[in-house]
């Protein structure tokens, strides 16, 4: 079906790992993006990409890798995981000039 | 960088109550979006404003954009259980590349 799918859903690390967030999307959608939710900070951009090997960083990339050798998949890399990066993580795609992006279901992440 | 202030953070109605969430911006905005998540769920996309004093409906739902494309509304007439989640306005650039949002208006509705 198509759609965008996140892996894994849950992931508990500790202090210092690499944690890496997968991405993959079916409908050929330009851009795609990487979000985390925090309470009482909305979302919060992290890194976008507009095409394949285009990346570029959001409001708090620090701390975070992306590549995009596909189109179809944007995934994220935490090389050194801290416990501030303890958060809901969100994927989203689009063709942005609609507004319209279409998010994964999320991937909650714990750092111990 | 340019910011939205949304407001309320959190809003408690009796079903049937209307309800409304607005944001905020400093500065001229392109566009705006609107998104809607329900608890434990994942934002979903409800409508984009683009144009000065733009005003859209969907059934229960009415989205402003103000004159100076500065600030938004969203109001629900006649709250509903189903409506329950948090609101979220967004808005890019002119080449809509970047995305940002919101804080979210948490909206309850007790039935």
């Known amino acids: 079906d198509a759609g965008i799918t996140q892996s894994p859903r849950y992931k508990i690390t500790e202090t210092g790992r690499q944690v890496t967030l997968m991405c993959h999307q079916t409908w050929s959608h330009s851009y795609m993006f990487w979000y985390r939710q925090d309470l009482g900070h909305g979302l919060r951009l992290i890194y976008y990409s507009a095409a394949a090997d285009i990346t570029d960083k959001g409001e708090v990339p620090d701390g975070y890798v992306v590549s995009r050798s596909k189109t179809e998949n944007f995934p994220l890399t935490l090389e050194s995981a801290t416990r501030s990066q303890t958060s809901v993580y969100f994927c989203?795609?689009?063709?942005?000039?609609?507004?319209?992006?279409?998010f994964g279901e999320g991937s909650r992440l714990t750092v111990l | 960088g340019q910011q939205v202030m949304q407001i309320p953070q959190y809003q408690h109605v009796q079903e049937g109550e209307d309800f409304t969430t607005y944001c905020n911006s400093s500065?001229?905005?392109?566009?705006i979006q609107w998104y809607k998540q329900r608890p434990g769920g994942h934002p979903v996309f409800l409508i984009q404003?683009?144009?000065?004093?733009e005003v859209k409906k969907q059934k229960r739902l009415t989205f402003q954009f103000g004159e100076a494309k500065k600030n938004s509304s969203l109001h629900i007439t006649a709250t509903q259980t189903t409506d329950v989640g948090t609101y979220f306005c967004a808005f890019s650039g002119d080449n809509f590349n970047k995305f940002y949002f919101g804080s979210g208006t948490k909206l309850n509705v007790k039935p």
């Open positions: 404003l683009v144009k000065s004093g």
């Open positions: 500065t001229t905005l392109s566009n």
């Open positions: 989203a795609s689009g063709e942005t000039n609609t507004g319209e992006l279409f």
